[in-house]
């Protein structure tokens, strides 16, 4: 829907439902420098590119208060032309699941907010406001037809610049304006031919304030917005686009640092994923789900060599040992970097983008179940599993490796199932209940992780060569086994008896 704000008839508002913010229309990539230059050397876009330089500059408080509220405002000069661009992101700022923008033509480099929304909008932060970070970018412009379908296909190359740094922007963004967004996925798979291209997770704007900010390392989950009267298959798809983004940053991060902490946010953003598909599994009815899991299953395994070292650098007692696990590491490290970079990879990233996005599944199953209500369907799943996992650790101290390892699994489901649907849960009571369900969560979970490291710490070694080395009889000897598994029966019990959250 798109009106003009009543005293300024030149702002205009863009208000998108959540419906349409879900309907992918627009794909980002970052490529390389040398990668852009093939890309344009190349040419598949079937005609010449309009260019044009251009630069942005971003407003904000110096505490970041519009950021901190999903706001972003910009000034970008185009040729002659100035426009000032004021976003609300996700809802956070607005208060519910639309997205609003508005733009207006301005003369110079200074703010304009004699609207009365966007000077409600803004409150108190409007008179605060200083240009905290510049974009700079020349873009090479296409339109391109596919059918019934037309492309807009923006490359921009360029800096963003921010308290005298800078850093390299180097991104692809096609955006669909008429016909099917199949045909939108089609072009990314063609540009990937072409030059590497991966999927882009930050605006920006998200880029000039990492630029202010301390070097970004790992990124952790965090909640994602929710209502209880949105539908399960709407929650499925913001909650799935939430993970691809954990994992791109983290994978991001790995790019310029072998660090353990990003490596292991990349694997749990994926294993979030995994369980979000297995926890939904019912709204799913076409071929490419399995497909999908598959896929996601094997980029985690490709991961797993490199954390495994990394818990066993952290417990080796022997100077050898940890010697010779950092020598593995190094190779185990360019595995994952040779994996994140294979056409398998970022074919995933585009496929799983493509199926979250367009939903051809929701169309195809019980469409009473993909538009239940969201809160409705957790509950459910939570019943479910919590009933698994107060089965399954019945007799965790006689059970077998294998019998712990399948209720930490299920654990594991159970407690990123709380935490997807967390914001469900935002009353008073439900909120405090859900922090001590979480805890009782995490004691069990840790118990059963460091029960897990000992089962399989001898076959990690084996699979590594490094069985016969000095201090590998005593990796994880700190651990007491039979404390652990004592530790490990407490903790279910408390677990069962923490009153449930969405009762």
């Known amino acids: 829907m798109t009106h003009h704000a009543r005293r300024v008839p030149s702002i205009v508002v863009k208000l998108r439902g959540a419906e349409d913010i879900m309907q992918e229309t627009e794909l980002k990539f970052e490529l390389s420098r040398s990668g852009a230059g093939s890309l344009l050397k190349k040419n598949p876009f079937g005609s010449s590119?309009?260019?044009?330089?251009?630069?942005?500059?971003?407003?904000?408080?110096?505490?970041?208060?519009?950021?901190?509220?999903?706001?972003?405002?910009?000034?970008?000069?185009?040729?002659?032309?100035?426009?000032?661009?004021?976003?609300?992101?996700?809802?956070?700022?607005?208060?519910?699941?639309?997205?609003?923008?508005?733009?207006?033509?301005?003369?110079?480099?200074?703010?304009?907010?004699?609207?009365p929304q966007i000077r409600d909008l803004l409150a108190e932060d409007g008179a605060k406001l200083a240009p905290l970070f510049e974009v700079h970018v020349k873009r090479h412009s296409w339109n391109v037809s596919d059918g019934d379908a037309t492309i807009e296909v923006a490359?921009?190359?360029?800096?963003?610049?921010?308290?005298?740094?800078?850093?390299?922007?180097?991104?692809?963004?096609?955006?669909?304006?008429?016909?099917?967004?199949?045909?939108?996925?089609?072009?990314?798979?063609?540009?990937?031919?072409?030059?590497p291209a991966h999927l882009g997770v930050l605006s920006k704007a998200e880029r000039g304030y990492r630029l202010l900010g301390p070097a970004p390392g790992a990124v952790k989950s965090v909640a994602t917005p929710l209502t209880s009267e949105m539908s399960v298959a709407m929650a499925f798809a913001r909650i799935a686009a939430a993970c691809l983004k954990q994992f791109r940053l983290n994978e991001m991060a790995l790019g310029w640092s072998r660090d353990a902490d990003s490596l292991h946010q990349a694997r749990v953003s994926l294993?979030?994923?995994?369980?979000?598909?297995?926890i939904c599994k019912?709204?799913?009815?076409?071929?490419?789900?399995?497909?999908?899991?598959?896929?996601?299953?094997?980029l985690a395994a490709e991961l797993g060599d490199a954390r495994n070292i990394d818990v066993m650098i952290d417990h080796a007692s022997s100077r050898i040992l940890a010697s010779r696990l950092q020598e593995v590491r190094d190779d185990a490290y360019a595995a994952v970097a040779a994996s994140f970079s294979s056409i398998r990879a970022r074919s995933l990233m585009i496929d799983v983008t493509e199926w979250i996005s367009i939903k051809d599944w929701r169309t195809q199953s019980d469409e009473m179940l993909s538009e239940q209500s969201s809160k409705d369907f957790a509950s459910d799943v939570f019943d479910k599993l919590w009933k698994k996992v107060a089965?399954?650790?019945?007799?965790?101290?006689?059970?077998?490796?294998?019998?712990?390892?399948?209720?930490?699994?299920?654990a594991k489901k159970l407690r990123y199932a709380a935490e997807f649907f967390e914001p469900l849960y935002n009353g008073k009571a439900e909120?405090?209940?859900?922090?001590?369900?979480?805890?009782?969560?995490?004691?069990?979970?840790?118990?059963?992780?460091?029960?897990?490291?000992?089962?399989?710490?001898?076959?990690?070694?084996a699979a590594l060569e490094l069985s016969d080395v000095t201090g590998a009889d005593d990796l994880f000897s700190g651990e007491d086994k039979s404390k652990l598994l004592k530790d490990a029966a407490e903790a279910h019990d408390t677990f069962v008896k923490t009153r449930r959250f969405w009762r």
């Open 431 to 461: 909120a405090k209940r859900h922090r001590r369900f979480i805890e009782a969560m995490k004691g069990l979970q840790d118990d059963l992780g460091s029960l897990n490291d000992i089962a399989t710490a001898p076959d990690m070694l």
């Open 49 to 115: 590119p309009t260019i044009l330089q251009q630069k942005s500059i971003y407003f904000d408080t110096l505490g970041w208060d519009l950021s901190k509220r999903g706001l972003s405002l910009r000034i970008r000069q185009s040729g002659d032309e100035r426009i000032q661009t004021l976003k609300a992101g996700d809802g956070t700022a607005a208060g519910s699941f639309t997205r609003e923008e508005w733009e207006r033509p301005v003369d110079g480099d200074t703010p304009i907010l004699d609207d």
């Open 271 to 278: 294993r979030r994923l995994r369980s979000l598909c297995s």
């Open 155 to 195: 490359l921009d190359l360029g800096k963003v610049v921010a308290a005298g740094r800078e850093a390299p922007l180097c991104e692809i963004e096609l955006e669909k304006k008429a016909g099917s967004p199949a045909a939108l996925f089609a072009l990314a798979r063609k540009i990937d031919l072409v030059t």
């Open 391 to 410: 089965k399954g650790g019945n007799n965790l101290i006689d059970a077998d490796d294998e019998t712990r390892h399948k209720v930490r699994i299920a």
């Open 282 to 298: 019912s709204l799913f009815d076409d071929s490419r789900f399995d497909y999908m899991r598959g896929e996601l299953k094997w």
